[in-house]
């Protein structure tokens, strides 16, 4: 069973707030993902980090920073929220230390509204 | 430019008959393909995954195929259940590089009791 976790599971916001989606792994795995997916579509990285103090953008331009500062954690914020950025976002982690090939494994989500 | 194609985005199969999904990919640097499994509202589940040194892997009911030359990987699922009614995702790294992975549109299916 995979120790990674999303809060919160739903969230509805009024536009320009700020938010942040929080994501923790129990595993220590070192590279950490942030992946946005909307109906019908492919996952979208839009994030990655391969450790602490490491971030890189993903393939998606995206208006949302990320900020690693503990292996565990690796939460995902806008600053002003708009209905564009509604969304679900999905949180992945994956321990690539010589190990050889492995998967990712995700969090349940987090379904953004912005209204 | 998308470099990992599910072209069918849905698939209907009788319960107990074989479930077969494909996928297609373009980077021939990609060296390690993952299925997932996914539900409405949650995050995707890791299947089955298989390497480019193999064309061939099983787990129980799952069996995926990769046929590097036309760069064509698919799903088997015998005998298909009920259960199994989800979106599947295609996923595809390389290790020489940024270890991302990149993953398909998905292909919905749907097992009929």
């Known amino acids: 069973e995979a120790d990674i976790y999303q809060t919160p599971r739903y969230l509805v916001i009024g536009t320009g707030k700020k938010i942040t989606l929080e994501c923790s792994q129990t595993?220590?795995?070192?590279?950490m993902y942030w992946y946005q997916q909307d109906p019908g579509m492919e996952l979208h990285l839009i994030h990655y980090s391969y450790g602490v103090n490491s971030t890189e953008k993903g393939d998606l331009s995206s208006e949302s920073t990320v900020s690693r500062i503990r292996t565990e954690h690796f939460p995902l914020t806008l600053e002003s929220a708009r209905p564009s950025h509604t969304s679900q976002y999905l949180c992945?982690?994956?321990?690539?230390?010589?190990?050889?090939?492995?998967?990712?494994?995700f969090g349940q989500g987090t379904r953004l509204t912005v209204v | 430019d998308q470099q990992v194609k599910q072209n069918s985005p849905s698939l209907s199969v009788q319960e107990g008959r074989i479930s077969i999904l494909n996928c297609d990919y373009t980077?021939?640097?990609?060296?390690?393909f993952l299925w997932y499994k996914k539900y409405p509202a949650e995050g995707p589940t890791f299947l089955i995954s298989i390497s480019s040194i193999k064309d061939k892997n099983e787990d129980g009911r799952f069996t995926v195929f990769l046929n590097k030359s036309a760069k064509h990987l698919s799903l088997h699922i015998v005998p298909s259940q009920p259960g199994d009614s989800a979106v599947y995702f295609c996923?595809?790294?390389?290790?020489?590089?940024?270890?991302?992975?990149?993953f398909g549109t998905g292909t919905r299916l749907k097992v009929l009791a």
């Open positions: 980077n021939s640097m990609f060296d390690y």
């Open positions: 996923a595809a790294r390389s290790h020489s590089g940024t270890y991302k992975y990149i």
């Open positions: 595993m220590g795995h070192d590279k």
């Open positions: 992945a982690s994956s321990a690539d230390r010589g190990r050889g090939y492995t998967e990712a494994f």
